[in-house]
């Protein structure tokens, strides 16, 4: 039994509340506890390809400049970021990965006596967040399993939780860890009739792996709703998220409030060039978007023949329903040298999230995953 923290009086009340995030367990932390060479991670949404040569190089020539500390406003990035987005500068805020600039939001937009809403099976850091500074959440319903878009954002569910007090809406698009999707024209229809007063994030960490003919640019959404904050991250489809850098773009002026809690320095040297250069890289987000296609339906096909049910996905995971004995199927895994994220923690206990990776690292998944059921 766990003793009881010596300090929990002293602190903030609603933190005494809080379990840490529990991130996909590292591979050389399994390698150590059960003595395994080959083992393959398919636990964190990470880019299977690893980062791109150009940005290799870019790291490679930086390495000299680490002794000076970086750009604090980072001007190259956010210059790279205005010209390929089209927006100003000024409308930019640059997070430690775009889980930093969530934060800020609640830091920002929520406290005692403010209300957030955002949806079952929603990404956890939005209650983590919002349980940090002592705001109330409001979790929507989502669609039941046999709808048509299962486990994913009932919109019409959240605008019923409504009140005077709702000051931040989440909502991730694609959706984490469900993969669910929301179609633009409803996502926008939805924004629009709610009251300029209320903050809404549209979360797209996994934007970029949407089909060509579904991606929209919501970033022109601003004009017409300048309560809206839209944050991106580089830590999925450029393959960088061990350097942790995401980005938000909103109105200059939620930007400016956004800036004064930022911490100082908040993005590295070697993530400033990276994301700088990833973003110029348009063949290889090409070649990560086609790859995790094909991986997607690999996995899906696999899933299908050990006739389990999967929610169809829209990002770089698929989450599949292993059944009530989903832990023990995710412990023996591990002995396979698997490493998947189970999901009890959103309340799908009998799923597991498994990302896409290599096709010989599906396959591994696909294979330990017939050998586990049969003993289970």
Known sequence: MASKNLFCDLAFEPINGLFPYQPGKPIDELQRELGLKDVVKLAS???????????????????????????????????????????????????????????????????????????????????????????????????QPDQQSPYGHDLAAMEALVTEKTSVIFIANPNNPTGTWIEPE????????????????????????????????????????????????????????GLRIGYSVSHPDIANLLNRVRHPFNVNSLGLVAAETALQDEEYIRKSREMNKQGLKQLSK?????????????????????????????????HEGVIVRPIAAYK????????????????????????VLAHV
Request: glycine share 6%; charged share 20%.
């Open 302 to 334: 696999g899933f299908k023949q050990l006739d389990l049910d999967y929610i169809p996905s829209a990002g770089n995971f698929i989450t599949v329903k292993v059944g009530e004995k989903s832990a023990e199927i995710y412990t023996r895994l591990l």
């Open 348 to 371: 799908m206990p009998q799923h597991l999230r498994v990302s896409v990776g290599l096709p010989l690292e599906n396959e591994k998944l696909l294979s330990a995953l017939k050998k």
């Open 45 to 143: 949404n990470e880019n299977p390809l690893g980062p791109s040569e150009s940005v290799k190089k870019r790291i490679q020539q930086s390495l000299d400049d680490l002794s000076l500390y970086p750009d604090g406003n980072g001007f190259y990035l956010k210059k790279a970021l205005s010209d390929k987005l089209g927006v100003p500068a000024d409308m930019i805020t640059l997070g430690n990965g775009s889980n930093d600039v969530l934060d800020a939001i609640a830091r920002v937009f929520l406290s005692s006596g403010r209300e957030c809403i955002y949806s079952e099976y929603a990404f956890v850091v939005y209650a983590i967040a919002t349980q940090s500074v002592g705001a109330t959440a409001r979790v929507s319903k989502a669609y």
């Open 186 to 241: 409803a996502l926008k229809q939805f924004i629009t009739k709610l009251p300029q007063h209320i903050i809404i994030v549209i979360d797209e960490a996994y934007g970029e792996y949407l089909d060509e003919q579904n991606q929209v640019d919501t970033t022109k959404w601003l004009q017409s709703c300048p309560n809206l904050i839209i944050t991106r991250t580089f830590s999925k489809a450029y393959g960088l998220a």
